[in-house]
């Protein structure tokens, strides 16, 4: 549990903005401590810049070219007791200290480098310069210089460092005791504060994506139904929605294979159910032929031979169309689109069924324009529709009947009517028609369909992308309506 704290993106995120928010405090406070100290050396130098030219011209330091030591005591002694904050050296014209007012005599270096100084001597007040203090020679300090005159030669320079070693201590403790202090503490509670918001920002960010983890947990153990409940339009309400949505997606997808895996389960009973039944009358007449044989008559051995005959064709055609009606639903057979006149088709497809209808005493109408449209469709599949439909009506229809296919030109479609006088379907079971192995359990008299036609019928239409519908009266007859788009 620990170590998943520290591993979870709440601690992460929370360490590096502190790390963040501490190092930039850091920085800040260095800079403006550096900075105040340097805009303090800077103010010092800018005004005392003229302490060493006044020495310089006030007082007699040199008597011919010799230092003039008696002066020179006093004055340095008198300056700073003046100004305890400088400390005044005199130099000579190779940098070397002749003289200065040290009562502890701490000073640590025989001689000044001259740069910083001649520098200062010729851009004046212009520039920052830091030069070396004697006293304390590994820091620099601001200070005021002048070239000393005598009998018009350079004899030296006086140096003077403005800000001796025990006033740079004191204005330390100065820093440290009031400025620094002041900084610090207003730094610290706004860093406090800054902090305490970044942790409750980070706390409520990972907190929704906390919230969405436990979900998709759920989600995959089994708790279909979860949903996260963000929302918002940031890219986590936008993940979320994402997620419900997939979720849905496969839920769908699950409830859809559950409903096929049953209908699958359904057809393979049903299936072996209208095998078996075939097989059997086979199987039983072939083995009365083969046992009685001698015993059978001519004529009984002829029907024997033709029931065996019509089962094996039903078998046959039984095994055709769920071939054909699972490839269809398979998707494996797509429509291949021609231009063609339907009533040309249908025309054909009466031809082809003269004889069935003859002896049935069925008469079939075909009725449609002169200025019928050309329709794009499948011509294979679109016969098969056709067939199908004739098959049934045929089936269904008793002598003296008629089946009237009327052809109408509408809108962007050509309207198929396609009627009969039969003995029409119980409103119980039209809507289940279309679906496969359903026949209508109240036609006893019919055993031969496999009650696979219409289904096939419908899946036909359905891949033209058409929608067929049924009408239906006891007794009185059927009609089927489509449209078939024009070209
Ligand atoms: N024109 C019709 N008149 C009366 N009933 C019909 C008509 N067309 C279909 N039916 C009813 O719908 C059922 C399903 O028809 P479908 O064509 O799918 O199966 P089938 O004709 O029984 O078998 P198959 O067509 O596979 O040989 C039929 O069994 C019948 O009860
Ligand atoms: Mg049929």
């Known amino acids: 549990m620990k170590t998943k704290f520290f591993n979870s993106l709440f601690w ?47 007082n007699q330091c040199f008597i011919n070219g010799e230092v003039n030591t008696e002066i020179l005591k006093n004055v340095f002694h008198d300056v700073m007791v003046i100004n305890p904050s400088i400390e005044v050296y005199l130099l000579d014209t ?80 100065l820093f440290g005791s009031y400025i620094l202090r002041l900084g610090l503490r207003s730094i610290s509670i706004s860093l406090a504060a800054a902090l305490l918001l970044s942790f409750i920002i980070v706390g409520f960010a990972t907190g929704k994506l906390r919230k969405i983890t436990s979900v998709i947990r759920n989600f995959k153990n089994g708790d279909l139904s979860t949903r996260i409940n963000i929302k918002s339009k940031s890219e986590l309400g936008e993940f979320a929605d994402s997620f419900n949505d997939m979720a849905d997606t496969i839920v769908q997808n699950i409830d859809e294979i559950k409903k096929i895996d049953y209908l699958r389960r359904e057809l393979i009973a049903n299936v072996s159910h209208d095998l078996r039944t075939p097989i059997s009358i086979i199987h039983g007449y072939l083995e009365t032929v083969l046992i009685k044989s001698d015993s059978l008559s001519d004529e009984e051995k002829t029907k024997y031979i033709e ?22 639903e398979a998707e494996q057979s797509q429509p291949n689109m021609e231009t063609f006149s339907i009533a040309e088709l249908i025309q054909d497809i009466q031809q082809k069924n003269l004889l069935e209808l003859k002896s049935k005493n069925i008469n079939l109408i075909i009725d449609f324009p002169q200025n019928l449209k050309m329709i794009k469709a499948d011509i294979a599949m679109m016969e098969k529709v056709f067939q199908n439909l004739l098959d049934n009506s045929i089936k269904f229809t008793s002598a003296g009947g008629e089946i009237i296919i009327k052809l109408l030109n509408n809108d962007k479609t050509v309207l198929v009517k396609f009627s009969d006088t039969g003995s029409g379907i119980e409103k119980d079971d039209l809507p289940f028609i279309f679906e496969r192995y359903q026949k209508s359990k109240r036609v006893v008299s019919n055993q031969k369909g496999t009650g696979l036609g219409l289904a096939i019928v419908k899946k036909i239409l359905e891949l033209h992308g058409i929608n067929i519908s049924v009408e239906s009266e006891k007794e009185k007859g059927t009609t089927f309506y489509f449209e078939i788009p024009y070209v």
């Not at 190779?94 to 003289?99: A, E, F, N, V």
Request: no cysteine; charged share 25%; glycine share 6%.
């Open 307 to 328: 029931t065996t005959l019509s089962n094996t064709k039903r078998l046959q055609s039984l095994v055709e169309e769920l071939f054909e009606l699972s490839k269809l």
């Open 94 to 173: 190779g940098g070397k200290i002749l003289s200065y007012y040290a009562p502890d005599k701490t000073v640590k270096v025989t001689h000044v480098p001259l740069e910083p100084i001649e520098e200062f001597i010729n851009a004046g007040e212009e520039k920052f310069l830091m030069g070396l203090d004697p006293k304390n020679p590994q820091n620099k300090k601001v200070f005021s210089a002048a070239g000393v005159i005598e009998d018009g030669k350079l004899r030296g320079y006086i140096y003077v460092i403005l800000g001796s070693e025990e006033y740079d201590n004191a204005s330390q403790l």
């Open 12 to 58: 992460k995120l929370s360490a590096a903005f502190a790390v963040i928010l501490i190092l930039l405090s850091g920085i800040f406070v260095y800079v403006a401590v550096f900075s105040a100290e340097m805009y303090f050396q800077e103010t010092r130098q800018k005004l005392d810049t003229d302490i060493a030219e006044h020495i310089a011209q006030e």
